[in-house]
């Protein structure tokens, strides 16, 4: 059908930017015009197409049983076509004398001769069942688009069609009353969201889960386990389909027909668990399945389907059985036992025995409001990822995991990060939260001082990890030992902490001069993830080498310098000084040679005055100590001890030296942390005195469950007027907090535009970038996504209208895009492979998305982890229609994808994409434009753009001040 006007023309009046492509543009414009946005709302269209006196003349003619059907005229219901009504009414332009018919038809044919063969798009169903069933007028060809998008209810049927199967949408072409009985029952809305899984074969609906009907003379038909279920809850038989299908959109205001979408979403293994099929009872199946329908058509009342049906409520039916985790069967995950969640999960149940199915888990979770439902979520599935991970698991450790995860919500970070790490010991998550608990009771700036060193030393631990200078096992021994640093009863580590920092972590990592240089060393990794020495690179006739560890170490020292802090080793002298000296029996003669170490040092550190403290205090931290003055006169004292041969006095002398050492080896850590994760040293963070010292651990707060939930919650930015500029949370994922420092504006050619992407999503793009760990990213794993993508294209290029649904099935594909698909394969087939994201063509050559995780998008939102992921093709329907959650990033992995592709065609080295990926996001996150914010197709073609000269010029950062070092240089830095 033609597009008034054209495409370009017809899209720039809507507002819509870019141009939908034509094989979904109904699907697409339909989509768009519920955006809440006035200047494309249907009235207003019907007013610029002529429509609006059809609208006004139908309703006059309305009896009162009428107006209940019908919907601003377009459905007539007395015999007579609305071009009647009008008549009837007002028969002609009050201005020139033609028919507004005339007028109309006028309009449409100029704007019809400026439009192209390019303008020409598929419209489901014909003109005359349009004309026939919908508007209930004569509406000619040139008309029906115009016509449908200035019709609220004709848009939404239309956004419904666009999904169905040829044979479901030629069921719908046989009974065309069923669209206007949808609209007199107010269930386009829920039509329009949620047809994409239905599908009527051989005049029976198939049913999400069951088997399609074979040809009998061919194949019997499989057994079907799942029909039933449906029939009892919608109260139709599926071989009533024209029945069905109305009680199913219009049960609960079409709620039901959610859960129908959902469960018909799910890949093969959670659609099993949602329907029961794991239950070996056919009876306790239909039982459960009715109480989950119950639970999900009366939970997250928040969402109005009928006015907001593209939007979903957070955490809901379809994050909740996204989330779980199933093997093959259907059956859940361990753990699974009802008794375990009832104890983490308030108001569960308490059976023992039997597992937990998919409607306990949504009453256990719609119940709740929406930040319980989040943290419920998480709970499962950080519960369920640990328990994949402790191998033959005993009492004791069940005891600890259950513990754990029932407490994830107040320790949050402590227990990602330990995930992060490695940990695969259960009794080291328990007791790791027991320390925890212990250290987050003191308040002020003792408390500050003991949650400082415990969390600072837990992030040099991860950080560690992370660049491989620790393995797993290893790293857990010394977290380990960390946790059980003893912490007095007045919640002093006195000194245990330092000795932590001595002894544990020093034999530990690879030793180096001081403690500050193995620490720097440690946190800056080796040269590469996969190679023992630095690999040779040549690049634009010069030859370089690969040192990830290297560049990281030379931008640390940077940093550090800049923050103008004493090294970690001053803190640790003092602890160990003052550990020999309050110990009994330390020879007088001993004790002198500690205070002349004492003394030489003195002069290092810095005064500082209350000022220059109180500028960079957070609330509730407390003041620090005047370290100098402390330190002074902790030498006197212990001077005139000594003098005296006073033992007991040189005991009671060090004792301040103590608690010294412990607030300054807080606050290196701190700073240590903080140099980590702040990015470039010339960045704007750096110009202030060290900010780490303004971070805010909760301690102003008020109310002591959310003192201590803030403590250990993911760290944010905190950008208040008046107020400097600091991070608020743990110290612990730092990098979250901190991720948009993690991009890099390379330049900037003209001024740059405000950007299309929300906040939310911009934010986890950046987040994607924050976690993406070089040293994970392996030349063997960019080489296999490359050749899996090269195949899934050569698939797609030559692929066969007899094999669309085949290739369809193997991803998952939507109902619109499969109809699309089939239309532009006829129609312009070299649009093909841009209708699908570069994880999808992984997918369709072979490639695992699990096996390459490293090259994916933060999973925060989706998974509940701070890992990265390639998503699943197929998932990401669960997670649409969410903005205020970012969940469109974690779809879309295809410029870390194609970054990939380039380093092949460039022949470099796989690190690199961290620092590609770096520019090219910053640059992708200022330039793109989706037409909304679930338009993910959009952001996919556009993550795709980065010419090889702009990868270049991305390259060229890792040579001026990142990885790629000259040769001749490369000992030096």
Known sequence: MPVPGGRAAFTRMLGIDPIPDRGPFMYDVTRLLFDNDPQRSPERLALRFGFAKDARGASDNRTANDTRRANNGRFATDGRSATDGRNATDGRNATDGRSATDERSASLSGERSRATADDLVPVPLTVDFWSDHVFHRKVSRDELVAAIVSDRQAALLCHGLASLDDETLQFFSEHGSLLSHLVERLAAPAFAAFSSTLRVHANRVVAPGAPRPADRAVAQVERDDVSPLWEAVVAEKVTRPERFIQQLFEANEGRLAYLYDVIGQLDPGRRAFALGLWMPNAAVRVERFKALTSAGVNSFREWHVRTMPFARASYDVGMTLARIEVDESGAPAAPAARGFWSRVLPGSGSDEDRPIDAAWLLESIGSADVRQRSERLDQLAFGQRVARIVAAPTDRDRADMLYAVRMFPRFRMLLLTLERIGVANAAVYGAAVRQAARVSVPEGHRGFVALAQLQGGLALVARAAAVHSLDASKAEAVVSRLIAAPLGEDGRYT??????????????????????????????????????????????????????????????????????????????????????????????????????????????????????????????????????????????????????????????????????????????????????????????????????????????????????????????????????????????????????????????????????????????????????????????????????????????????????????????????????????????????????????????????????????????????????????????????????????????????????MMLRRLALPAALARVVVSGAMQDFIDTVKPTDPGDWLTLARAARTATRERIEDYVAVATAAGPLMPVNTSQQR
């Open 495 to 900: 000194g245990a902490v330092a000795r932590w920092v001595g002894e544990d972590l020093a034999n530990g990592i690879a030793p180096a001069a001081d403690m500050e240089t193995a620490i720097i060393n440690a946190i800056s990794g080796p040269s590469s993830g996969e190679r023992g020495s630095s690999a040779r690179v040549s690049w634009e006739g010069g030859q370089y080498r690969l040192d990830l560890g290297a560049a990281e170490r030379q931008r640390l020292r940077r940093v550090r310098e800049k923050q103008e802090t004493l090294p970690i080793d001053v803190g640790l002298t003092i602890a160990a000084a003052a550990r020999q000296l309050v110990s009994d029996g330390t020879p007088l003669a001993e004790a002198q040679g500690v205070v002349g170490r004492l003394t030489a040092m003195a002069d290092g550190v810095p005064r500082r005055s209350r000022d220059d403290e109180s500028d960079n205090l957070a609330p509730g931290a407390g003041m620090p100590a005047a370290q100098h003055e402390v330190l002074r006169k902790g030498i006197d004292e212990l001077t005139k001890a000594i003098r005296s041969k006073d033992g007991k006095r040189v005991v009671r002398a060090a004792e301040p030296l103590v608690d010294l050492a412990d607030e300054m080896l807080a606050y290196a850590l701190l700073s240590i942390a903080y140099a980590a994760e702040v990015g470039d040293p010339d960045g704007a963070v750096l110009l202030a005195d060290d900010v780490s010292r303004r971070h805010d651990f909760g301690f102003g707060v008020r109310d002591s469950d959310i003192r201590l939930r803030t403590a250990w919650s993911p760290p944010r930015q905190e950008v208040i007027p008046n107020v400097p500029w600091h991070v608020t949370g743990s110290l612990l994922g730092l990098d979250i907090a901190l991720a948009p420092l993690a991009l890099r504006r390379i330049s900037v050619d003209g001024v740059l535009e405000a950007p299309r992407l929300t906040a939310p999503e911009r934010e986890s793009f950046a987040l994607s970038v924050s976690l993406m760990n070089p040293f994970a990213l392996l030349d063997r794993d960019r080489d296999a996504i490359v050749d899996a993508i090269a195949r899934g294209t050569r698939r797609v290029e030559t692929l066969t209208d007899q094999a669309l649904e085949s290739l369809a099935d193997d991803i998952s594909m939507e109902g619109w895009r499969r109809r699309a698909m089939r239309w532009t394969l006829v129609h312009e087939r070299d649009r093909l492979v841009s209708m699908l994201s570069l994880g999808e063509l992984l997918v369709l050559g072979g490639g695992r998305p699990n096996d390459f995780a490293a090259w994916g998008m933060a999973a925060a939102a989706s998974y509940g982890c701070f890992c990265t992921r390639v998503m699943t093709p197929g998932r990401s329907a669960a997670l649409m229609g969410r903005p205020q959650l970012g969940l469109v990033a974690s779809v879309v992995s295809d410029l870390n994808l194609h970054v990939a």
